[in-house]
């Protein structure tokens, strides 16, 4: 018998186990299930922290007067000045910025003429939360900023002197409920991964049978290779489900490329894969295997952005993201959904789960050999 051949039957002999057992199909059916409608409906954000640049054409004390009073805010965070009109969809594509403010070349001459002078924020939609909070936050710095100017100057009655335009990117209505289920497929994957591999040694302790396992003519690589690959089909199945889901029932679209899609999800899963084997290696019961797991979920979660804002984290804790693979896989389903990206877009949340996946699974693969002595 073969290598390939020891590893087929031990990828079936882990499908039966997962199949035969009423908890293990219980995990690949109905956490995801109750995640995807739980979240997709009742999920929402506050957020507080708006990255913004400026395009000021006018370049007057009216302008500058008005762009002070948004700088000064402790909302916003002035990233950059931009000089033309094609540096805009720079900023917003590369979420640089959350929003651009554009003050035209007419702006202080409407105002002084008595007319309304119209500001242009471009918004990226893709975060609807943020986009709302921003928005809210420049009426209102538009209203006292036309109260000002009416105690100043007279004026014919009717409508403020500043009129804000708005336009959101990649979510034009703001739907909240886009920003969350695009990324669900990620979450739902590293839940249903995360629990099948991490039981699936600590299993064969708990019910007497990993010391057959080891006697049996397979090499260590070999075992953990079967008891990988059934985790990776149920996690890999459910995230293409979901994000199946998200598009046909939740009506979020879907403006990016299949390859893009497929290839994110896979090496996301052999990270999530290399990190469950880790758990389950180190552990002796299933028990241990399912409470280290949520121990490495819970906070992957809260610090891959899903939850909160990653800006809004101090920058210690924000470098310590950089490490999580949550992380990676939200802003790329994000960007596949709602920007349309495709593989060179998301190449930046590629290499570094490949980086992972190549330390995680070798270290794996070292703890099932060690602790097998």
Not at 269 to 280: A, F, N, P, R, Y
Request: some cysteine; glycine content about 8%; charged content about 15%.
């Amino acid at each position: 018998m073969n290598s390939l051949q020891r590893i087929l039957a031990l990828v079936i002999k882990e499908f039966a186990m997962i199949l035969k057992d009423p908890k293990s199909r219980f995990v690949i059916i109905g956490p995801p299930l109750i995640q995807f409608i739980l979240f997709g409906y009742a999920a929402t954000y506050d957020l507080k922290n708006v990255r913004y640049a400026v395009l000021d054409e006018s370049r007057t004390p009216e302008s500058r007067e008005l762009l002070s009073r948004i700088e000064a805010a402790e909302t916003f965070e002035l990233v950059a000045s931009l000089s033309s009109v094609q540096q805009i969809e720079t900023m917003i594509d590369l979420q640089k910025a959350r929003l651009v403010v554009h003050i035209g070349p007419k702006f202080a001459r409407r105002l002084n003429q008595g007319r309304p002078a119209a500001v242009q924020v471009i918004i990226d939609g893709r975060n609807s939360n943020v986009a709302l909070i921003a928005l809210g936050f420049l009426g209102t710095m538009i209203q006292e900023y036309n109260e000002t100017l009416q105690q100043r100057v007279l004026r014919e009655p009717g409508g403020p002197a500043v009129v804000l335009s708005e336009r959101s990117w990649f979510n034009e209505n703001l739907e909240s409920r886009w920003f969350i289920v695009s990324a669900l497929g990620g979450i739902i994957s590293m839940v249903v991964v995360m629990v099948l591999t991490g039981l699936s040694v600590a299993r064969e302790r708990e019910f007497g049978t990993f010391d057959q396992l080891l006697v049996a003519p397979f090499t260590p690589g070999e075992i953990l290779i079967g008891k990988s690959l059934p985790g990776m089909f149920f996690g890999f199945l459910d995230a293409l489900l979901f994000s199946l889901g998200a598009v046909l029932w939740f009506q979020v679209p879907f403006r990016g490329t299949i390859p893009a899609l497929v290839l994110a999800l896979a090496c996301f899963i052999c990270t999530m894969v290399g990190v469950g084997l880790l758990v389950s290696s180190l552990s002796k019961t299933m028990q241990q295997a399912l409470l280290g797991s949520f121990v490495f979920m819970m906070p992957a979660v809260i610090l891959a952005g899903f939850t909160t804002p990653i800006e809004n984290m101090p920058s210690w804790l924000q470098m310590g993201t950089r490490f999580n693979p949550v992380r990676y896989i939200i802003t790329a389903l994000r960007r596949i959904f709602l920007e349309g990206a495709d593989v060179s877009m998301i190449w930046p949340q590629i290499w570094p789960l490949l980086i992972m996946a190549g330390l995680t699974l070798p270290a794996a693969g070292y703890l099932f050999r060690h602790r097998s002595q």
